[in-house]
């Protein structure tokens, strides 16, 4: 009983460790463990949004607009964290924001043309 009970303790020590020795790394690195956690997240919302991104053509003006807000919470995440965490995922990356170029530059040809059209 007494020994499952110290191979429990020494279980948890070393949890805890482990939780205490990964925090350290993050603040080595001169980050928080919210910026490290919210690049974690936005990790897997760039999956999300890749698969997205490579369908925006059919997408309606309601998910163009979601698009653009999710894809700038992702880009502040990336932002805060170091370029080489995220070097592997460069490529969805490049082809998120390449999207996000192309929709906000289509809604603001569209914006133009609706204040010409109200001018006229």
């Known amino acids: 009983m007494y020994a499952l009970l110290i191979i429990l303790y020494i279980l948890v020590l070393i949890v805890f460790a482990l939780i205490a020795f990964a925090v350290m790394q993050i603040r080595l690195a001169g980050l ?25 053509e059919n997408m309606s003006r309601q998910e163009q607009v979601v698009f653009l807000v999710e894809a700038e919470k992702m880009f502040r995440a990336f932002d805060k964290v170091p370029d080489i965490l995220w070097e592997d995922e ?5 082809d998120v924001l390449n999207k996000y170029k192309d929709i ?7 914006l133009e043309q609706e204040k010409v059209s109200a001018i006229k």
């Open 32 to 56: 928080t463990v919210k910026d490290f956690w919210s690049f974690i997240e936005a990790n897997q919302n760039l999956d999300k949004l890749y698969r997205i991104a490579n369908r925006y």
């Open 90 to 94: 460069y490529n969805k990356y490049k």
């Open 104 to 110: 906000r530059i289509l809604r603001w040809n569209e």
